[in-house]
């Protein structure tokens, strides 16, 4: 007889869920090997990549990039405001991919903060490194970091390589070359090819 799951998120217990339901959660990304699960017959909540030996839970299928969710940047994404909007709506999806101009849009939109704003803190008197320029660095860091990996993923490369950045000259004219590839044309591990 199979029973109804009940699934962990952010500490609160969801369900009761149908087998069903629970396979289309597994589908799609909701319950990963780590969330915490529990059927009636268990004797605690266990991460779902071992509820196998408590139970007959149906296993995680591999990942199949085929399915994977469409493109989730704007349609406009590839445009000068496009581009600002996009990086700013998808601040942390460091999952998914982006194109070489929604990358180097997004970095002008940077460089025209920064002037912007070094230019109001000479103004209110603070030099170039004051706290509005401080407050917009702060404010434009975790996108910025977001739409680099992004655009790693976009050419096949793990985001691990954007740690490269912290090695002067040599990381810094990888990742340039990086930044500068051609889309890959390919479906790969962090999704289908973004919309043009």
Request: charged share 15%; proline share 6%.
């Given at each position: 007889?199979?029973?109804?799951?009940?699934?962990?998120?952010?500490?609160?217990?969801?369900?009761?869920?149908?087998?069903?339901?629970?396979?289309?959660?597994?589908?799609?990304g909701?319950?990963h090997?780590?969330?915490?699960?529990?059927?009636?017959?268990?004797?605690d909540?266990?991460?779902?990549?071992?509820?196998?030996?408590?139970?007959?839970?149906?296993?995680?299928?591999?990942?199949?990039a085929?399915?994977?969710p469409?493109?989730?940047?704007?349609?406009?994404?590839?445009?000068?405001?496009?581009?600002?909007k996009?990086?700013?709506?998808?601040?942390?999806d460091?999952?998914?991919?982006?194109?070489?101009?929604?990358?180097?849009?997004?970095?002008?939109?940077?460089?025209?903060?920064?002037?912007?704003a070094?230019?109001?803190?000479?103004?209110?008197?603070?030099?170039?490194?004051?706290?509005?320029?401080?407050?917009v660095?702060?404010?434009?860091?975790?996108?910025?970091?977001?739409?680099?990996?992004?655009?790693?993923?976009?050419?096949?490369?793990?985001?691990?390589?954007?740690?490269?950045?912290?090695?002067?000259?040599?990381?810094?004219?990888?990742?340039?070359?990086?930044?500068?590839?051609?889309?890959?044309?390919?479906?790969?591990q962090?999704?289908?090819?973004?919309?043009?």
């Open positions: 007889m199979i029973t109804d799951w009940y699934y962990a998120v952010e500490g609160a217990s969801v369900g009761p869920v149908s087998e069903e339901e629970f396979k289309k959660l597994i589908a799609a909701t319950i090997s780590d969330t915490l699960v529990w059927q009636e017959g268990m004797e909540w266990v991460p779902f990549g071992r509820a196998d030996g408590q139970n007959t839970a149906p296993s995680v299928p591999p990942f199949n085929a399915n994977a469409p493109d989730p940047a704007r349609a406009d994404a590839n445009s000068f405001q496009g581009a600002l996009d990086g700013f709506a998808r601040y942390v460091f999952r998914t991919r982006s194109t070489r101009s929604q990358f180097w849009w997004w970095s002008l939109w940077s460089i025209l903060f920064g002037i912007a070094s230019i109001v803190d000479a103004i209110i008197g603070f030099g170039d490194s004051g706290p509005v320029n401080g407050l660095s702060l404010a434009i860091l975790l996108p910025s970091i977001a739409v680099a990996i992004r655009r790693l993923h976009d050419i096949g490369r793990s985001g691990w390589w954007y740690l490269f950045v912290f090695l002067p000259i040599i990381g810094w004219i990888l990742l340039i070359v990086f930044f500068c590839t051609k889309t890959d044309e390919n479906t790969n962090w999704g289908n090819p973004p919309q043009r």
